[in-house]
């Protein structure tokens, strides 16, 4: 009976998993048990009309207030969160500022993330006018935050059960350096980055890990010129891209690559390997190049197990060097 108890709360909405914590002595235990936290609007209660009308600095006061008795409400349990969500997209910059420069966003990270998480989600706010949060140095954009990797760095209790990472406005920044990384990586299939700050170098080393991937979502990372998914990648199913400013070159060497999106500038170079595997190929592109003629003349000989290809293109733009 115990354990159908706890089965029961725990496929409850936060909300209601934490106000029946406060009725009973039993829930409270399989609240600190709870595995899923998430941080946002309608869990902490903001979609209430009150909480609407009263100042900013009460408001942001009620936010870190209830999301820091999250925080110490779940410090005593002893069971693995499998999934953190932290999305802070909608609240007001000045808030989440407050929140980084406090070092409570890092607080929250640290508590949560542990052997035994699965998701991880973090979500912070864009301003209307981008040069309020972003300052450029080259084509480096430069966010406020910026993910700790050492989180997934530990060398006594690697966390190798993750398996999906989503990223918003903030700075991700693994470097070559980082060798105890590799066992993190090696079991996320779900990557999905936007308007993060990452080059080319560090998604290169970051995508050479992730040996199980399958998806890939990249939007608005304006620091990244070249996507380059190496073969090692035997998984990888599909990629999307979108408004990634600087992006000009695309290649992939993964054999199983099934749905290729594409929407940015017009595109240098398009290459998708010379062993493709897959059965089933979309390619799905606005601005991409030559893209219907590049299908006819590689895809022939790089696709010999093709049995189904869809293209789907806006308009061409014809670029010698999308030929190579």
Same mark, same amino acid.
């Given at each position: 009976?115990?354990?159908?108890? &706890?089965?029961?709360?725990?496929?409850?909405?936060?909300?209601?998993?934490?106000?029946?914590?406060?009725?009973?002595?039993?829930?409270?235990?399989?609240?600190?048990?709870?595995?899923?936290?998430?941080?946002? &609007?309608?869990?902490?209660?903001?979609?209430?009309?009150?909480?609407?009308?009263?100042?900013?600095?009460?408001?942001?006061?009620?936010?870190?207030?209830?999301?820091?008795?999250?925080?110490?409400?779940?410090?005593?349990?002893?069971?693995?969160?499998?999934?953190?969500?932290?999305?802070? $997209?909608?609240?007001?910059?000045?808030?989440?500022?407050?929140?980084?420069? !406090?070092?409570?966003?890092?607080?929250?990270?640290?508590?949560?993330?542990?052997? !035994?998480?699965?998701?991880?989600?973090?979500?912070?706010?864009?301003?209307?006018?981008?040069?309020?949060?972003?300052?450029?140095?080259?084509?480096?954009?430069?966010?406020?935050?910026?993910?700790?990797? $050492?989180?997934?760095?530990?060398?006594?209790?690697?966390?190798? $059960?993750?398996?999906?990472?989503?990223?918003?406005?903030?700075?991700?920044?693994?470097?070559?350096?980082?060798?105890?990384?590799?066992?993190?990586?090696?079991?996320?299939?779900?990557?999905?980055?936007?308007?993060?700050?990452?080059?080319?170098?560090?998604?290169?080393?970051?995508?050479?890990?992730?040996?199980?991937?399958?998806?890939?979502?990249?939007?608005?990372?304006?620091?990244?010129?070249?996507?380059?998914?190496?073969?090692?990648?035997?998984?990888?199913?599909?990629?999307?891209?979108?408004?990634?400013?600087?992006?000009?070159?695309?290649?992939?060497?993964?054999?199983?690559?099934?749905?290729?999106?594409?929407?940015?500038?017009?595109?240098?170079?398009?290459?998708?390997?010379?062993?493709?595997?897959?059965?089933?190929?979309?390619?799905?592109?606005?601005?991409?190049?030559?893209?219907? &003629?590049?299908?006819?003349?590689?895809?022939? $000989?790089?696709?010999?197990?093709?049995?189904?290809?869809?293209?789907?293109?806006?308009?061409?733009?014809?670029?010698?060097?999308?030929?190579?």
């Amino acid at each position: 009976m115990q354990d159908i108890w &706890q089965h029961i709360h725990s496929r409850m909405p936060m909300r209601d998993a934490a106000r029946a914590a406060c009725v009973s002595h039993r829930f409270l235990r399989f609240w600190r048990g709870y595995p899923t936290v998430t941080i946002d &609007q309608e869990t902490l209660g903001l979609s209430s009309q009150r909480f609407w009308i009263t100042s900013e600095d009460e408001r942001g006061e009620y936010i870190l207030t209830k999301a820091q008795q999250v925080l110490e409400s779940r410090l005593s349990g002893s069971t693995i969160v499998q999934s953190l969500k932290l999305d802070l $997209s909608t609240f007001r910059k000045a808030i989440v500022s407050a929140t980084v420069a !406090g070092g409570l966003l890092d607080c929250w990270l640290r508590a949560f993330v542990k052997p !035994g998480i699965e998701d991880i989600t973090v979500l912070l706010p864009k301003c209307d006018d981008d040069d309020d949060c972003y300052y450029y140095y080259g084509h480096d954009c430069l966010p406020e935050y910026t993910f700790p990797c $050492s989180l997934l760095s530990d060398d006594e209790d690697k966390i190798t $059960s993750l398996q999906s990472l989503s990223l918003s406005s903030c700075g991700f920044h693994p470097t070559e350096g980082m060798t105890t990384l590799l066992g993190c990586w090696k079991s996320m299939s779900t990557v999905c980055l936007h308007r993060v700050a990452i080059t080319d170098e560090e998604l290169g080393f970051f995508l050479a890990g992730c040996l199980v991937l399958e998806r890939l979502d990249l939007s608005f990372c304006n620091s990244i010129g070249a996507l380059k998914i190496p073969s090692a990648l035997r998984r990888q199913r599909c990629i999307r891209e979108r408004s990634c400013r600087m992006l000009r070159t695309i290649e992939s060497g993964a054999p199983m690559l099934a749905t290729v999106w594409y929407d940015g500038w017009p595109l240098l170079r398009f290459w998708l390997g010379g062993a493709l595997e897959t059965t089933h190929l979309e390619v799905h592109a606005t601005r991409m190049g030559d893209v219907i &003629q590049y299908a006819g003349s590689k895809l022939p $000989s790089a696709a010999l197990n093709l049995e189904t290809l869809v293209l789907s293109t806006v308009y061409e733009v014809p670029l010698p060097s999308m030929s190579g």
